[in-house]
Nanobody, 124 residues
Framework: QVQLVESGGGLVQAGGSLRLSCAAS????????MGWFRQAPGKEREFVAG?????????YYEDSVKGRFTISRDNAAKMVYLQMNSLKPEDTAVYYC????????????????WGQGTQVTVSS
């Protein structure tokens, strides 16, 4: 069982930065691949970034955030982060942290555990 709690969302101007954090509980956190997803009003939930379980910490990104967002994890602290730079109004959404046993996936339906979400609003 894994419980996830996101924090760090807020209102920022276009071009600004935010750092989202996801605190996880559970003894086997390092054996979970982690993902960040987002959902804007009226749109489907979409993949943003993912990181493999502790073995290699390979990272994956949706094309529109490559070069702007960075996902990282600290297994000792049971934390996952999403550093978001050069934010754009189209990045506005509720951002969710998710966990999946072992294997990474970009499909939100394949994740087992979810946080409650944190709102990110980027003004133009």
């Amino acid at each position: 069982q894994v419980q996830l709690v996101e924090s760090g969302g807020g209102l920022v101007q276009a071009g600004g930065s935010l750092r989202l954090s996801c605190a996880a509980s559970g003894r086997t956190f390092s054996s979970y691949a982690m993902g960040w997803f987002r959902q804007a009003p009226g749109k489907e939930r979409e993949f943003v970034a993912g990181i493999s379980w502790s073995g290699g910490s390979t990272t994956y990104y949706e094309d529109s955030v490559k070069g702007r967002f960075t996902i990282s994890r600290d297994n000792a602290a049971k934390m996952v982060y999403l550093q978001m730079n050069s934010l754009k109004p189209e990045d506005t959404a509720v951002y969710y942290c998710a966990a999946r046993k072992l294997m990474y996936s970009s499909s939100w339906g394949e994740y087992d555990y979810w946080g409650q979400g944190t709102q990110v609003t980027v003004s133009s």
